[in-house]
């Protein structure tokens, strides 16, 4: 059966009135330390219980009160990274933890990234702008690789030239430990089959070095 917006919509009302939240983890409790009682803590906290409960795409988004673009440093890119780092950077290694503790880890793709990275160089004095040629990203749990850094850019950070795994190649990757065939998940578009990776142009692949 076919779900729509609003059936989407109550049964998120139902997850998160239900017994999935019976309410904040305890001060003091392993949990709270290893995630913290701040903003994104308690949203990490929020997903591992989702995930629980049987979701199957959970977002976790950075803290509202630092706007709709918290990484997008054009400038004073030092004091803003210092000030939004320290709020997630405990809290995602916790998820992480606190996922594999549970067992979850194994089934759980977890996904830490942005869309591009920042150019090695300034950018209004004290800023940067975007770099398409170069960014890195986190992959736990759900058959990658762990302890495990892929690819290198050059000396200046400006551009991957060794074992560099393209935008399409990202999701081919994703889908296939997912179970799901990138080439043949396929939609009508304009009266075309699409895919999400559009191989044929792409050239998007699995990158199996990624996997355990």
Excluded at 6 to 20: E, F, H, Q, Y
Excluded at 26 to 47: D, K, P, Y
Excluded at 91 to 110: E, F, N, S, Y
Excluded at 187 to 204: F, N
Aim: proline residues 6%; hydrophobic residues 35%.
């Amino acid at each position: 059966m076919r779900r729509t917006p609003a059936s989407a919509c109550d049964r998120a009302r139902c997850l998160l009135s239900g017994k999935i939240f019976p309410g904040r983890p305890s001060v003091g409790s392993w949990i709270s330390h290893a995630l913290g009682t701040e903003n994104f803590g308690t949203r990490c906290w929020m997903a591992r219980r989702l995930v629980e409960a049987g979701v199957r795409f959970v977002q976790v988004l950075v803290p509202v009160k630092f706007g709709g673009a918290p990484w997008d440093h054009h400038e004073k890119i030092k004091p803003g990274l210092e000030q939004i780092r320290p709020l997630v950077d405990r809290p995602t290694a916790g998820l992480i933890r606190d996922l594999k503790m549970r067992g979850l880890l194994d089934t759980t793709i977890v996904l830490w990234t942005g869309e591009f990275g920042r150019l090695p160089i300034s950018q209004k004095g004290d800023g940067r702008d975007h770099n398409r040629n170069a960014f890195s990203l986190l992959l736990a749990g759900g058959g990658f690789k762990s302890g495990y850094v892929h690819g290198r850019t050059d000396e200046f950070g400006y551009k991957a030239i060794d074992a560099r795994v393209s935008c399409p190649d990202l999701p081919a990757t994703i889908l296939h430990q997912l179970g799901l065939d990138h080439d043949r998940l396929k939609y009508l578009h304009h009266g075309r089959e699409e895919s999400l990776t559009d191989s044929p142009t792409t050239h998007a692949r699995v990158v199996q070095e990624l996997l355990s």
